[in-house]
Structures are given as C-alpha cells and as structure tokens.
Nanobody, 125 residues
Framework: QVQLVESGGGLVPPGGSLRLSCAAS????????VAWFRQAPGKEREFVTA??????SYADTVKGRFTISRDNGKNMVHLQMNSLKPEDTAVYYC????????????????????WGQGTQVTVSS
C-alpha cells in the first residue's frame, strides 16, 4: 500500500511560483505512473500533469508554466508551478497508478490507485 503526502502549498501572488512535493512510502514511485490533479471549490477534480516512463503530459491550461519531475533517490515527485494565475487556486493532489497505463488514460482519475490528502494553493494579491 503506497502512502502519498503532499507539501509546499500556500498563498502566492499572481505571477509567482510554488514548488509542490509529494513524498511516498510503502512503495517505489519509480515503478508507478505519477500525476498531479487539482480541485477548485465547487468544481470537479481535474488533471494537471502526469509522468510515466515514456514522458510527461500536461493539461493545456498549465502547459509551459508547470513542470513535473521525479527524485527517485528520495522517492518523491515535484510540481514546479510558475507564472501562477488566480484560476490555479485549488487543492492539489498527488496520485500514483499502474505503469501500464497508456497516454490517453493519464488524465483520468480512475487510472490512479493511490492518492495523497492534498495541499492548498491560493493565488491572490
């Protein structure tokens, strides 16, 4: 059973940056597909980015601004968020799932078996 714990959220002004981290225990993240999702108040959870052995994919809304990366030595995943906008405000969740998922499946929450508790990101002046 993989446990995921996110950190790094907070309040940042528009145009600012944040780096989220996701620490894993109970399993080796390098053997999983990993992803970040987010959920804003009153909205459904939405895909942000995912990474598997073949590369990374991003939602159009964050492409060019967000970057997902792995630190296999520390069993962690990071999400670097730049040029933040008020519409990026949400609870951000780290997720891990089968490494057999195909690219078209990466943006669906049902692909992932393990989830963190989330970390709040608020973009406001």
């Amino acid at each position: 059973q993989v446990q995921l714990v996110e950190s790094g959220g907070g309040l940042v002004p528009p145009g600012g940056s944040l780096r989220l981290s996701c620490a894993a225990s109970g399993g080796t993240l390098s053997t999983y597909t990993v992803a970040w999702f987010r959920q804003a108040p009153g909205k459904e959870r939405e895909f942000v980015t995912a990474n598997k052995w073949s590369g990374s994919s991003y939602a159009d809304t964050v492409k060019g601004r967000f970057t997902i990366s792995r630190d296999n030595g520390k069993n962690m995943v990071h999400l670097q968020m730049n040029s933040l906008k008020p519409e990026d405000t949400a609870v951000y969740y780290c997720a891990a799932g089968t490494n057999r998922a195909i690219t078209s499946q990466l943006r669906y929450a049902s692909t992932y078996d393990y989830w963190g508790q989330g970390t709040q990101v608020t973009v406001s002046s």
